[in-house]
């Protein structure tokens, strides 16, 4: 079972950084690709970046975080991690960390936390 807990979100200021963590209370994290979504106020729940559990597989990225984000996990550690950096007020939004499987190349969630929420100030 999967059961996963955010941590890091905040107010920060456009320009600087933030790490966004992800651990996994389950018994199992074997075998799971981890991803985060997000959901801005007023908008859809929209995907950000996932790792598959295959360490060959390179990460992917949504296009408006591509460059400034970065994805890892520890499956040591059963956790997932979320660097974002030069962060601008449209990024503000609550970050959901996920797991689940790539489906003909698409990441695709099973599971969700409750989310963490990222405010970026101008």
């Known amino acids: 079972q999967v059961q996963l807990g955010e941590s890091g979100g905040g107010l920060v200021q456009a320009g600087d950084s933030l790490r966004l963590s992800c651990a996994n209370s389950?018994?199992?994290?074997?075998?799971?690709?981890m991803g985060w979504f997000r959901q801005a106020p007023g908008k859809e729940r929209e995907f950000v970046a996932a790792?598959?559990?295959?360490?060959?597989?390179?990460?992917t990225y949504a296009d408006p975080v591509k460059g400034r984000a970065t994805i890892s996990r520890s499956n040591a550690n059963m956790s997932v991690y979320l660097q974002m950096n030069s962060l601008k007020p449209e990024d503000t939004a609550v970050y959901f960390c996920?797991?689940?499987?790539?489906?003909?190349?698409?990441?695709?969630?099973?599971?969700w936390g409750k989310g963490t929420l990222v405010t970026v100030s101008a």
């Open positions: 996920t797991a689940g499987q790539y489906y003909s190349g698409s990441y695709g969630a099973n599971y």
């Open positions: 389950g018994r199992t994290f074997i075998g799971y690709s």
């Open positions: 790792i598959s559990w295959s360490a060959g597989s390179s990460p």
